[in-house]
């Protein structure tokens, strides 16, 4: 698939209509389909930061991820965070084997699984606290994520990222705020066990005002994209 088709794909998947700030309860377990009722636990304000991964981006993500390093075709891909699904169907179109997208968010979940519906393919869906997950060394080829920025809750965008690297056996795609670079970069490879950490290309983020402690209608932010390997 070309680049110009997987973002006119993209395009027209459903999206958030009223983002969430936080959430003040998480499953405790995971549980596979997003239709399983999970059993809940009170938890503290957790912030969600769900800001849409756009099309442009989303596309240029799994595109670098499979043409520069053959990393999604007949490949297991986990989507941490998955929101309405965009990566993972990414992935999906760019022909990966497997698909299993994860968000503490059954709402986001429900959008996720009408989208992948409508596009007649396949994908598992877990309602988790990605931060949180029980399971133990690799268990997929590639993670792709668009974590919090860790602008609300600090340190929730490595949270992220350490989860990630316990569980893809070759690499990790991310985005994360350009402006960080260097703690990214220090961070991956100090604290949460990355091997490499390699910034791809940096692209614009349009940030529309969704939350009410934004001040403008809109702003553009710069991202990385990243592709980390665990050691």
């Not at 602008?151 to 960080?180: C, N, P, W």
């Not at 220090?186 to 490499?196: E, H, P």
Request: with cysteine; hydrophobic share 40%; glycine share 6%.
């Amino acid at each position: 698939m070309k680049l110009k088709q997987l973002e006119g794909s993209l395009s027209r998947l459903r999206q958030f209509q009223s983002p969430k700030m936080s959430s003040t309860r998480f499953p405790r377990a995971v549980f596979f389909r997003c239709f399983v009722t999970p059993a809940w636990t009170p938890c503290l304000y957790v912030d969600l930061e769900q800001y849409l991964t756009r099309p442009h981006i989303a596309s240029r993500m799994l595109f670098m991820a499979e043409n520069s390093f053959g990393d999604i075709d007949g490949k297991l891909v986990a989507d941490l965070g998955c929101g309405c699904g965009t990566l993972g169907l990414a992935a999906s179109l760019l022909g990966a084997n497997y698909v299993v997208g994860l968000d503490i968010d059954s709402e986001a979940l429900s959008i996720a699984q009408e989208n992948f519906a409508e596009l007649e393919l396949d994908i598992d869906l877990v309602q988790a606290n990605v931060t949180k997950l029980p399971w133990k060394g690799p268990i997929v080829d590639t993670v792709v994520m668009n974590p919090p920025f860790g602008t609300r809750r600090k340190g929730a965008d490595m949270d992220f990222l350490s989860s990630a690297l316990k569980i893809a056996e070759t690499a990790v795609y991310s985005l994360h705020k350009t402006s960080t670079r260097e703690h990214i970069k220090r961070a991956a490879l100090r604290d949460v066990g990355a091997k490499t950490a390699d910034v791809l290309c940096e692209l614009r983020f349009d940030l529309p005002a969704l939350y009410k402690f934004h001040k403008k209608r809109e702003v553009d932010i710069f991202v990385d994209l990243w592709r980390f390997t665990s050691s």
